[in-house]
């Protein structure tokens, strides 16, 4: 894994983590005509407050970040996986953004990650999809928080079947395929009451 630090506007981190994605592409490009497997990579970024200092022991002594802002972009990092998604950031990072229009971006909705108990909203970044794909999910994205908005209200049924119409259309957006699938696992509640609207990820 790998870490950096943008002192600078939101914009920086995360125009740097689409353009890593865009390199990645043409990596991988290469390595699929070579008959190698393609390499896959997750980022989350994250904004805020952190401690810049150096750790270690005299033998070995290194410069460092720590903080909560840190460790939620780790794990925001490791959100992708589940997601299906390369670049996940969260509420406090979009709403730092200088040229928001400068990204291809949706909400995903609100998780509590592993290991705090807080609620975040995170987002998507797919500016560096396939353009296809990418051009897709624009065209989708009222009929994606229509349906998001009918998730995290406690309508599943009808949420569902929301979704399935969007992974009709767009077979390859993995985010839809997953929220079919919480969709089938939370139809179990029967009171609106019971449900926050939060994803709790108990893995990393």
């Given at each position: 894994a790998m870490m950096a630090v943008f002192p600078g506007p939101a914009d920086d981190a995360l125009r740097a983590a689409v353009e890593i994605q865009r390199a990645?592409?043409?990596?991988?490009?290469?390595?699929?005509?070579?008959?190698?497997?393609?390499?896959?990579?997750?980022?989350?970024?994250?904004?805020?407050?952190?401690?810049?200092?150096?750790?270690?022991?005299p033998e070995r002594m290194d410069a460092t970040v720590v903080s909560d802002t840190v460790n939620l972009a780790s794990r925001v990092s490791d959100a992708t996986k589940q997601f299906?998604?390369?670049?996940?950031?969260?509420?406090?990072?979009?709403?730092?953004?200088?040229?928001?229009?400068?990204?291809?971006?949706?909400?995903?909705?609100?998780?509590?990650?592993?290991?705090?108990?807080?609620?975040?909203?995170?987002?998507?970044?797919?500016?560096?999809?396939?353009?296809?794909?990418?051009?897709?999910?624009?065209?989708?994205?009222?009929d994606f928080d229509d349906a998001l908005a009918l998730f995290e209200a406690g309508y599943f049924r009808q949420a569902r079947a929301a979704f399935e119409a969007l992974a009709a259309s767009c077979p390859q957006d993995a985010a839809v395929a997953l929220f079919v699938q919480r969709c089938s696992h939370s139809g179990k509640l029967t009171a609106t009451d019971e449900w926050d609207g939060v994803m709790r990820l108990t893995t990393k």
């Open positions: 990645l592409a043409e990596f991988n490009a290469a390595r699929r005509s070579a008959g190698h497997e393609a390499v896959a990579t997750g980022i989350g970024v994250h904004t805020g407050s952190l401690m810049a200092g150096t750790v270690g022991a299906g998604a390369s670049l996940l950031t969260t509420d406090a990072t979009v709403s730092e953004l200088a040229k928001p229009a400068d990204f291809s971006v949706r909400r995903l909705g609100r998780v509590q990650v592993k290991g705090k108990t807080k609620a975040v909203a995170i987002y998507e970044v797919f500016s560096a999809d396939p353009p296809a794909l990418a051009a897709a999910k624009r065209a989708a994205t009222v």
